[in-house]
């Protein structure tokens, strides 16, 4: 079994910085994708970050030039850097990791995490 737990969330102005952590622990043998998603209320879960393996990256257009998407694999760690914050990017935010264990790969998800920007 694989958990994920994220951290870093909470309340900022516009134009301010957070930093989400997610930390995958369990039985992990390697990490593919790590990716990072939001739901605001009342609409779908959105895919905001993605990062391979191998580092390549992917964003949204909404946060291109705003967030970084990151990884510490010795750590089996993610992280965003959100900076420049807007009041539409309050949502939870969801870690996913597909993970390679046991001799399959399934995807996990973290928890959620409350981001709050005010105007």
């Known amino acids: 079994q694989v958990q994920l737990v994220e951290s870093g969330g909470g309340l900022v102005q516009a134009g301010g910085s957070l930093r989400l952590s997610c930390a995958a622990s369990g039985s992990i043998f390697s990490i593919n994708v790590m990716s990072w998603y939001r739901q605001a209320p009342g609409k779908q879960r959105e895919l905001v970050a993605l990062i391979t393996s191998g580092g390549s990256m992917n964003y949204a257009e909404s946060v291109k030039g705003r967030f970084t998407i990151s990884r510490d694999n010795a750590k089996n760690t993610g992280y965003m850097q959100m900076n420049n914050l807007k009041p539409e990017d309050t949502a939870v935010y969801y870690c996913?990791?597909?993970?390679w264990g046991g001799g399959f790969m399934r995807a996990y998800w973290g928890q959620g995490t409350q981001v709050t920007v005010s105007s």
């Open positions: 996913k990791a597909d993970v």
